[in-house]
């Protein structure tokens, strides 16, 4: 162990005897310009940060003011959900329908075609052809 | 002496000399034990400060400026099943007051103040439009408290208008409402909720945990003097989540004409009640569930709590002859007998020691099940009965729905009344029967009918369709199993043999006809036990249960009438209740017609017709059926 550290020892002196150098005078300091320095980096942190606040103010200001629109705006929408199924109370219409005159109406019918229309595929000519009736005037039936 | 003063003149200099520097440093030694000592009382505060009251000072900072809002939860609302609004919330106005405003006070310092508001002014100004009594509004106003109502969920523009007086010590709060837009439509099953939004009636009340959401809370930094909030202060939200929306199976119009039918019933037959169950028959989906007298949840207040109840579900009833399309289901279902069976016809039977006749006995020697059915005879449904024995009736009839809750998701649904066979005596079996010594809710009676028109499958009735989330999106409920109960060709023997109970000469049932539409079903007509004996009162229950259109039936309407007084049978009661809402119920649900029984007017006609041909007035012309007459 002591034969490996002799040699790092003489190293070590060599290279401090290699690094001495000549020095000169000081370098002169600006304190003023230090000083100057400083209260500018200050008062740039303080006005970026007043006027980070201000902003965070002025947009909180906004948010709530957004918030209010938005709250307003969910009550009139409830209220006006609110309002059309009421509207839309059969009783209320039935009422109103009585109102202007109306009857209940009777049984209800359903209306079949017995011949298709040109847009279910009809035509207008037989294979024989003769010309078939009028598709577009289909036999209504209430037989059913 | 003369030593003395040399050594005085020796000796003065000297201690000038070292007394001005022992009094500086005895200075800078007092100056710094006083700063020492100042130093050290505020460091000793600065401990008391910082560690020993320091959690307590910390805790009072954050109670000046931190704000903690309640953000509520939006209750769900609940839709037809088309997504009609059945109920909904809005947002009301709360007014309060601070009764501090209206007393003198001290300051801190012990000055007087003056009130800031006149109480008996405020009371004038606000009882008009609040509505209330000023004399009620002033003593509220003159109350030793902090904090009082003087209305509350008031619609949001009186609201707006009471702030805009500017009354002192008068506020405003946004509240949630509940409102039911729809007025008394569904009140008994949608139920209502207290002015606190919980849920106390209905689905109001059963679904209450679904339909609340979660509230939220809203965390902020705020001066101690109000304001808006510190911006570069912390903030925390915690977002409410609104409640779930609850779909039901009901259809609007169904459910108004259901009501609207029940309600004429009342009045008509001077009833003390009526319900109504309308199904689908493929899904066993409550379309309809009406009772009258109803209620308008939005002034409980001034109703009558008994009209609360959702008697279609809560209520049972003995379902008389409605009971024995059950009973002739269970005979055919094993084998005993068929739509066609013709046996001997009996006057009467003699069951548990007991004699059962027909109010109308059969004219003929032979009947066949279709003849029984039609002329709803206690007889021929008895013998049957006497065939399947105890165990087996019981057995279908549990099989049927009897004797236990639908599972239909209502609260407080009734079981039923339907004893054990260990537990019958000898008159039980003919009785259950024929629908008496049994108690049925309209549910279980209108499910039981679905089965049977459901080709003999029964399904779990529902009524709530399913729930819609935040995302939109429709999470059914979970479909519930099916069971068979009958095989289809016996249910389809009963459903030919209910339609002749309504279209057949001797049936029951002719005022239930729909036009256009082809109807089976059967009336009930039953004595109500007397609650305070044993044997049964002078009132009755009259019923009509039925489905159409018989071959591919899609509606099943079951009608109870309670008590009517004017008449009583099933099939003068209950019947034309049942064509109205059947009417109603196939053309809301844009059911085609099948071409359909003969008309109201039709079997009216060949009633009056058959009744003059008795009396010996005209001939009956060959096609033309008889009257039908009203039978139990």
Redesign the interface.
Known sequence: MSALTAPRKRVLTERRQHHLEVVGEPQKRHTLLFALMIIAVLGGAVFGTVTLNALAAAHAVQARALDTQVGEAERVYAQLVADVAALEDPARIRAAALDLGLVPGGPGRHVHLDRNLPADGAVTELDNGRRAADPLKPVLSVER | MTGQPRRLRLLVPTRVRRSAREVGTRRIRWLLLVYGLVFLVMFGQLIMVQVVQGPEYADRSVRQRARIVDLPA?RG?IYDRDG???A????AATVYADPRAYRPSQTPDGDHLPAAGDSRATAEALAPLLGVEAGDLRERLERDAHFVYLGRQLD?ELGEQIRELGLPGVGIL?EPRR?Y?????AAQIVGFTGIDGEGLQGLEAQFDAVLQGRPGMLAFEQAATGG??I??GTRELEPSEPGTDVVLTLD??IQ?AAQQAAADAVAVNEAASASVVVLDVTTFEVLGMATAPSFDPSQRGQSDPGTWRNRAVTDVFEPGSTQKALTVAAAIEEGLVSADTITDSRASIEAGGKTFRDQHPFPGDRWTTGDIVERSSNVGTIEMAKQLGDDRLYHYLREFGYGAPTGVGFPGESSGLLMKPSDWWGTSLPTISIGQGVAVTLMQLASSYATLANDGVAITPRIVRGTVGEDGRLTPTASTGERRVVSSDTAAQVRSMLERAITGEHGTGSRAV???YSVAGKTGTARKPNPDTRGYSGEYVATFVGFAPVESPEIVVAVMVDEPQADFYGGTVAAPVFSEVM?AA??ARRV????GSRGLDEAMDAARLAGAEAAGMVDRPPGVRGPAEPRR
Request: charged share 15%.
């Open positions: 939006t609302r009609d609004v059945l909904t919330s809005v947002q949001w946004g409102v837009p729809a007025g008394g439509l808006l909030g911006a570069s609007r119009d108004f729909v036009s256009g009417g196939l053309s085609v017609p099948d071409g």
